[in-house]
């Protein structure tokens, strides 16, 4: 179940991996086309700029709008052991086979126009459906005189037939469990300020063991998220609320339940971790700080820039679990504060530097309170500081570039094809072999592999290879290699004569 719990998280960070160019081009097409920012800016009034952004803007909307659709076939793509092709094909005619059996079904017992949208619920439905029936008959053999329709070809078929079935279970058992869904919202929203607490705690913690992708989908794109009417239409779910909200040049005033599953990450994201990174190149002896300096300095511009945290997190993770769950807690506060504060920036997909100016910056502080962001991520970057000082010295935690240590090894380098493939070899060398290896994958900064036999993973060769830590789970490993792990990924693949 939990190697399961794995692959679906990283399943979905396939398609969620398109929204930050989605929402590059809503944000700065929704924020220079919108209103209120012409008339601040008359130079923006000009009729090619106004054609360009518009376009930008509903570019951006339509891949929002059909992120359901997307999340399906990211899931199909990722569990499907074989002709992912296929799979894929297979996902987007069952979601589609699946929504048209509920508007049909609609359309004769609901005359009178109610709607229903599955949102990730129906995604995650059909696309765990439809990857079954592809890995059980891809590879299928009928009688003869039905041959044409066998193998890959057959799965697209079979999966229209499970999507009328699907539709009609959504059509029958969704409207009660759509209201138990918002009542849940609603006494999550009811929680206040300690609810949005519990959710950056309990988000933080998931991401230790990397299922936090598996969790925050929930309420980026469900009625967990809370539910508005936004422009005379009902949305559920925060980041739809969000971008619905940027899209509707009519809106005034802050942005509202969209935004506070995403305000709080700011803090944590811009100014506590690269202030944690400095704490932690400070904790290293002077005369060794120049070898360890880059290091530093990479994943500390990746959690600002970026918002991703992981190689970061990832030095401390392990060798103090407690002052990883004391981060957590820190991040917990800060969605906390930002919620006390009507902090309403959103993201498309992490807290870095690009989505606050995007979403916080661009869009006016009338809109967001982007201002009281800044004395406020000070203040985090401040107690991050103190904290992991204070940590590392009072408890010597080994730390990169503390104690005699493999970290000595680690370099901050642009490597070519050919050494990659080369240490892709010793990676695979170092899992046990191709006979222990039983599926491998990637993440945005893990390499993810299922083996037979953990003991016969050697993990000090892995970290000598640049790994910033290994991870072992049940039935498998987590090897984090940062913006490598994927590169790393398709060269096993490649030697393993794995066909995607």
Known sequence: MFKQLQRIGKSFMLPIAILPAA????????????????ATYPILDNQVLQVIFNVMSSAGNVIFGN?????????AIGLAKRDKATAALAAVVGYLVMNGTIASLLSIFSPEGAAIDTGVIGAIAIGSVV???HNRYYNIALPQVLGFFGGSRFVPIVASFAAIAIGSIFFIMWPPFQQALISTGQYISKAGPIGTFLYGFLMRLSGAVGLHHAI?????????????????????????????????????????EGTRYF???FSTMM?????AALALYHSVDKDRRKKFGGLFLGVALTSFLTGITEPLEFMFLFVAPLLYVFHAFLDGVSFLIADILNISIGNTFSGGVIDFTLFGILQGNAKTNWL?????????AALYYVSFRFFVAKFNILTPGRGDDIDETVEVKAVGKTELREDAQKILVALGGPENIEDVDACITRLRVSVKDQDKVQDDILKSLGATDVLKVQGGIQAVYGAKAILYKNHIHDILGIDE
Do not use: C, K
Request: hydrophobic share 55%; proline share 6%; glycine share 16%.
């Open 23 to 38: 929402g590059l081009l809503l944000g700065i097409g929704g924020a220079f086309s919108n209103p209120t920012t012409i």
């Open 67 to 75: 992120l359901s659709m997307l999340l399906s076939v990211g899931l």
């Open 131 to 133: 990857v079954w029936l």
């Open 216 to 256: 925050y989908p929930m309420f980026w794109y469900s009625e967990l998220g809370g539910v508005e009417m936004v422009a005379g239409q009902q949305i559920a779910g925060a980041q739809n609320i969000f971008f619905a909200q940027l899209a509707d040049p009519n809106h005034v005033g802050l942005f509202t």
């Open 263 to 265: 305000a709080g990450r």
């Open 271 to 275: 100014f506590g971790l690269p202030a």
């Open 372 to 380: 009281l962001q800044i004395p406020v991520g000070l203040a985090w």
